[in-house]
Nanobody
Framework: QVQLVESGGGSVQPGGSLRLSCAAS?????????MGWYRQAPGKQRELVAT???????VYANSVKGRFTVSRDNAKNTLYLQMDSVKVDDTGAYYC?????????WGQGTQVTVSS
């Protein structure tokens, strides 16, 4: 089993920045096929924010392109999401997701609240 632990959530004003981290409990970068971030706002379905494949290809939701950056640190088994120029609509619970050869795993989520 793989455990994913997110951190870095909190409250931020519109236009501000936040960096989320997702630490894996084991070395996963030899087995993962894709890793990314999803979010869920109250009353809405969970949606893709950004992913990065093992080959380094990235995919972003249109709503965050140019503002968010997904990256990974293989040595630390950690995935990051740099959130810049945040908007009120970015509010939600952010979940880390790992797709691997041994299954799909989710973190417990970290809350991001954007308000003035």
């Amino acid at each position: 089993q793989v455990q994913l632990v997110e951190s870095g959530g909190g409250s931020v004003q519109p236009g501000g920045s936040l960096r989320l981290s997702c630490a894996a409990s084991v070395s996963i970068f030899r087995i993962y096929t894709a890793m990314g971030w999803y979010r869920q706002a109250p009353g809405k379905q969970r949606e893709l924010v950004a992913t990065v494949t093992a080959g380094g290809n990235t995919v972003y939701a249109n709503s965050v392109k140019g503002r968010f950056t997904v990256s990974r640190d293989n040595a630390k088994n950690t995935l990051y999401l740099q959130m810049d120029s945040v908007k009120v609509d970015d509010t939600g619970a952010y979940y880390c997701n790992l797709q691997s050869r041994i299954g799909t795993f989710w973190g417990q989520g970290t809350q991001v609240t954007v308000s003035s």
